[in-house]
């Protein structure tokens, strides 16, 4: 849930901050080849960028609460588009062809 008042905001921020640098410390340190590792990396840039762009200033953070109650309304269903897009960038990995990896996780 994206945060609707200040003290969920200040929570939401430093949670974000502490995920991303967990995730890239694992990535780092686990990852077994060079796909899921750039797979990841794109990934948490884009949360990197997201957390940037929420949580850099206090009006930044007042946008983000403003637009909250309406992200919040409409998660469940963002969040099937996502697991579809997921699967589909694992499926998208074994693909012989790399040239094709991307477009067939986008479509």
Not at 43 to 72: D, E, F, I, L, P
Request: aromatic letters at 8%; proline letters at 2%; hydrophobic letters at 30%.
């Amino acid at each position: 849930m994206f945060p609707t008042t200040e003290s969920e905001s200040e929570k939401y921020c430093s949670q974000t901050l502490r995920l991303v640098q967990c995730v890239q410390k694992y990535t780092d340190k686990c990852s077994r080849n060079e796909v899921s590792k750039n797979l990841s990396n794109v990934m948490m840039y884009t949360v990197r960028s997201h957390h940037k762009g929420m949580c850099g200033s206090k009006g930044k953070r007042g946008q983000m609460m403003t637009m909250s109650k309406c992200a919040n309304a409409i998660r469940k269903k963002s969040a099937v588009c996502m697991e579809k897009m997921l699967v589909e960038f694992g499926q998208a990995i074994g693909l012989e062809e790399s040239r094709f990896r991307v477009p067939y996780a986008c479509w």
